[in-house]
């Protein structure tokens, strides 16, 4: 089974500054994707960012970045210029690009990103 | 608007009562989950189904039952046998097969056992 680990229970950051949160998985598989999504106070999960396993190149979003080590099962999210609008809490999730298990999202269990201005 | 809709946004339950919580969605997507979320936790999966009259239990299914019966609707029941059933839940949807499988979720439901 897979497990997805963020270790970072809460952090903060001042406007217009650059954070970064972590994310950590284990599987056996090669072949998955990755998500960060982001859950704000209204408790709405929305998707931040996402990267394929065999994607060498990480993804951007704008002002969202991801750093993915595949061969370290790492895969963490930057935020630059942050806004206070990012206060919220950050899920990285998992799921395998196929087999029975495909759909299934494994979340972690969230850091709450806090944004003073 | 496409979407997808839980109703009701607040639960209350009596124990030893069951209740149903609703999810709809009207963006044509085949795969449906239902997730629980408690304090300080991520999500965990309690039932998923990805074509209508199909379903399969994710990780945390007991005391809990789903219906699949139209591709727009997947209701779930907290049934008496959930011990624990106070909590957040969320219902998600996704296309099936090919191209990026991302889930979008609705709103939720905030279900309290009195």
């Keep these: 089974a897979q497990t997805v680990t963020q270790s970072q229970p809460e952090m903060s950051v001042q406007e217009a500054e650059t954070v970064t949160l972590s994310c950590t998985y284990d599987t056996s598989e090669n072949n998955y994707y990755l998500f960060w999504y982001k859950q704000p106070p209204s408790r709405q999960m929305i998707l931040v960012i996402r990267q394929e396993a065999y994607k060498q190149q990480n993804a951007t979003e704008n002002r969202f970045s991801v750093n993915f080590q595949k061969a370290a099962k790492s895969f963490s999210l930057k935020i630059s210029d942050s806004q206070l609008g990012d206060t919220a809490m950050y899920f990285c999730a998992f799921m395998n690009a196929g087999g029975t298990s495909y759909g299934k999202l494994t979340f972690g269990q969230g850091t709450i990103l806090t944004v003073h201005p | ?114």
């Design chain 2, 1 to 114: 608007d496409g979407g997808i809709t839980q109703s009701p946004k607040y639960l209350f339950r009596k124990e030893g009562q069951n209740v149903t919580l609703s999810c709809e969605q009207n963006l044509n997507h085949d795969a449906m989950y239902w997730y629980r979320q408690d304090p300080g936790q991520g999500l965990r999966l309690i039932y998923y189904s990805q074509i209508v009259n199909d379903f399969q239990k994710g990780d945390i299914a007991e005391g809990y039952s789903v219906s699949r019966e139209k591709k727009e609707s997947f209701p779930l029941t907290v049934t008496s046998a959930q011990k624990n059933p106070t909590a957040f839940y969320l219902c998600a949807s996704s296309m099936r097969g090919g191209g990026w499988p991302v889930q979008f979720f609705g709103p939720g439901t905030r279900l309290t056992v009195l």
